[in-house]
Structure formats: C-alpha cells, structure tokens
Nanobody, 121 residues
Framework: QVQLVESGGGLVQPGGSLRLSCLASGSISHIDTMAWYRQGPEKQRELVASLTDSNVKEYVDSVKGRFTIARDNAKYSVSLQMTNLEPEDTAVYFC???????????????WGQGTQVTVSS
C-alpha cells in the first residue's frame, strides 16, 4: 500500500512564502510523475505543478515565476516552494504521484490527504 503524507501548510500574509513537502512510503517500485494540485473554495481541483522522472516541469500559468517544484527520488519526496503568495493561492494543496508497485506494474495515481494554505492579512 502506498501512502502520501503532506506537511508545510499554514497561514501566511500576502507576499510571504511557504514550502510544502510530501513523503511517499510503502511498496513502490517506480515513481513517474510527482505533482501538486490544489482546490480553492468553491473551485475545481487544478494542477499546480508537475515534475516527471525525466525532469520535465510544468506549472499552471498563475504560479509561474513564484512556485518551484522539486523531487528527491531517493527519498520518494516532492516539495513545492511557494513565494510571493497571493490571496488567490488559498486552497487545499494535494500531493499526487503516478507510481508502480510490485503488485501492479501499471502506473496508478496516489493522493495525499491535503494540506491547507491560507493567504490572508
């Protein structure tokens, strides 16, 4: 069984910074893409940033230049450094990985429980 645990959310003032971390554990044989999604109040969940195992990064336009995604393959972890935060960034942030396990050789999505980020003065 694969589990994802996120940390690092909280309350920050506009212009501030936060760093989210996600640690995957369990019987993992390979992780392809690691990503962060978010879901704001009364909004659909959206992809914020993704990073493939070949180091291809993608960001949603609204966070380009402000957020940075990184991964540590040895530790099965992914982080999201968020700077110059805006009230519009307020959301629950979810960690997502596409991974294979010894019992399932096809890629499958796994999700964390989410961590709240609130940007407010």
């Amino acid at each position: 069984q694969v589990q994802l645990v996120e940390s690092g959310g909280g309350l920050v003032q506009p212009g501030g910074s936060l760093r989210l971390s996600c640690l995957a554990s369990g019987s993992i044989s390979h992780i392809d893409t690691m990503a962060w999604y978010r879901q704001g109040p009364e909004k659909q969940r959206e992809l914020v940033a993704s990073l493939t195992d070949s180091n291809v990064k993608e960001y949603v336009d609204s966070v380009k230049g402000r957020f940075t995604i990184a991964r540590d393959n040895a530790k099965y972890s992914v982080s999201l450094q968020m700077t110059n935060l805006e009230p519009e960034d307020t959301a629950v942030y979810f960690c997502n990985i596409q991974a294979k396990t010894p019992w399932n050789p096809t890629l499958r999505d796994y999700w964390g429980q989410g961590t709240q980020v609130t940007v407010s003065s």
